[in-house]
């Protein structure tokens, strides 16, 4: 008789989990971080937060717990310290892609496109394969007029993922702006099928096109 497949462990077990192995070893940074992204997937923010901090505080090199920690102060809207925390990570792990992806969407968040370009830029030099960061490129060119530019990066994130809701929608916008309906209209159409909330205003102005 085969063995029946194990089922996937849910969240409440890992973090049930990694309290236990807390208990036996209470200085392990990695732990601490471990139980921390079991508590985000629960929302429970405040008590992550704490574990991130054991968890810097155990093992300083640490780069993740930073970033993780960073990523409640965005959520939080505190930009300042999301920054500050990425900038930390970055430090300690140079060669960590997401602090700069992050670091570079905090600043098209704050309408700060040409710092955001030289982060993000820095993020796919990387790691090529990280979607977020092409996508947000995009946001970052568009904002900046660089259409053409913003269109290339959208395009290297389909390649990724020809379903990345976020990627049509940003040719959709930069399409519309080059004044090519056709594909403007396509490419929204797919953000929506993919699952983008896209804004009212814009499907709007993109009815007389269709």
């Known amino acids: ?10 969240t409440k077990a890992y973090i049930q989990e990694q309290v236990r192995n807390l208990q036996s070893n209470p200085e392990c940074g990695t732990t601490h971080y471990n139980l921390a992204i079991g508590l ?10 704490e ?3 054991a968890a810097i505080e155990s093992s300083p090199s640490l780069g993740e717990a930073y970033v993780a ?16 925390l990425n900038e930390q990570a970055i430090k300690i792990r140079p060669k960590l892609c997401q602090p700069y992806g992050n ?20 993020a796919l030099s990387i790691n090529p394969q ?24 959208s395009e290297k ?8 809701a976020v990627a049509h929608n940003n040719l959709a916008l930069a399409y519309l ?26 499907l709007k102005e993109l009815e007389p096109h269709r």
């Open 177 to 202: 702006e080059k004044g090519d309906y056709a594909k403007a209209v396509e490419h929204c159409d797919k953000a929506v099928t993919y699952g983008f909330d896209v804004p009212t205003e814009f």
């Open 69 to 84: 920690l960073g990523g409640i102060h965005f959520q939080r809207g505190d930009m300042e310290g999301c920054l500050r």
């Open 157 to 164: 994130a389909l390649e990724l993922d020809d379903k990345f």
């Open 103 to 122: 670091i570079g969407f905090a600043y098209v968040q704050r309408g700060e496109p040409d710092k955001a370009v030289e982060y993000l830029e820095k």
């Open 51 to 53: 574990e991130l901090r």
């Open 130 to 153: 990280f979607i977020q960061a092409h996508s947000t490129l995009a946001s970052a060119y568009f904002m900046l007029g660089r259409l053409d530019d913003s269109i290339a990066a």
């Open 1 to 10: 008789m085969s063995e029946e497949p194990k089922r996937p462990q849910t």
């Open 40 to 49: 985000i997937n629960e929302g429970k923010y405040d008590e992550a937060v």
